[in-house]
């Protein structure tokens, strides 16, 4: 209750701060660059990326995205897995950042990373709370009563099915040579569930509401894209750099994210798989 309050106290001031980032980027990279006092607006910008967790972590919580089945979100552990998925969000755009200044630094830019990573703070405090308020407007498709039927027999559906998935094609795998030997029971009552879920699924996503959703979900995101690319943009322009050096470091961007995702989701997968294997009988 006492981090509610804390919350609640705060909130005036910082929806003042999120939306003068939000509306005014282009003043966000000035202060940062141009501040006689980088430590203080540092501390300023990790606060506001602590209280921008919290919200998105409390909206995580009580608006779920609406896109995995898999996850329960009745159950504990379906709470869980939401909470989390903010941690997750947050450590992602810390990483991004990280990439973003070594792009920065290739291309030319000479400041220190204090700087750029107060910057960074407050604009992943902007990126995450968006990005979560995004994920959380899938809920609006549930208002639709088929809609919300439909996804309740999906999620009891994949609750029966991943066992399934797990032991008729990734357990199957042969410990010496890698190659899947699918059991053929289990195959056909697997093909026949996943085509009556696919049903479903088409009958839940096929709706009104659920597109007016993922349209509003997609436009949020567009606007972070846009409000993220005009930032970057800013900070090297605010390092006189040249068209040029704009590009590579643009550039630079891409490549090192490419790779930073490939090795992030290989990190992921691994550490999925082996937990599968462990739950083989």
Excluded at 246 to 269: D, K, S
Aim: charged share 10%.
């Amino acid at each position: 209750m006492s981090l509610l309050e804390n919350v609640l106290k705060e909130l005036p001031a910082y929806l003042g701060k999120f939306t003068r980032m939000l509306t005014q980027p282009s003043q966000l990279v000035h202060d940062h660059l141009n501040t006689d006092d980088p430590n203080a607006l540092l501390e300023q910008s990790i606060a506001f990326l602590l209280l921008s967790f919290t919200i998105a972590l409390v909206l995580a919580v009580v608006f779920p995205e609406m896109t995995n089945p898999v996850q329960l979100v009745s159950d504990e552990a379906g709470m869980t897995a939401h909470a989390l998925a903010a941690i997750r969000v947050l450590f992602e755009l810390l990483g991004l950042s990280a990439l973003a200044y070594l792009a920065a630094k290739v291309a030319g830019v000479q400041s220190g990373f204090q700087r750029f990573f107060g910057l960074m703070c407050a604009a992943c405090g902007v990126m995450l709370v968006i990005q979560v308020f995004a994920a959380s407007l899938t809920n609006i498709s549930l208002a639709d009563p088929v809609t919300a039927k439909a996804w309740i027999q999906l999620e009891k559906g994949m609750a029966t099915l991943k066992p399934l998935i797990e032991q008729s094609v990734l357990c199957a795998t042969d410990a010496s040579s890698g190659e899947v030997r699918p059991n053929a029971a289990l195959g056909a009552q697997l093909q026949t569930q996943l085509t009556s879920l696919q049903a479903t699924y088409v009958q839940a996503t096929d709706r009104p509401l659920f597109k007016l959703a993922a349209g509003l979900q997609l436009l949020a995101g567009l606007i972070l894209l846009i409000w993220s690319a005009w930032l970057w943009a800013m900070y090297l322009k605010g390092h006189a750099l040249s068209t040029g050096k704009l590009i590579l470091a643009t550039v630079l961007l891409v490549v090192f994210t490419g790779a930073g995702t490939l090795v992030y989701e290989l990190v992921n997968a691994g550490r999925t798989m082996m937990d599968l294997y462990r739950h083989c009988g």
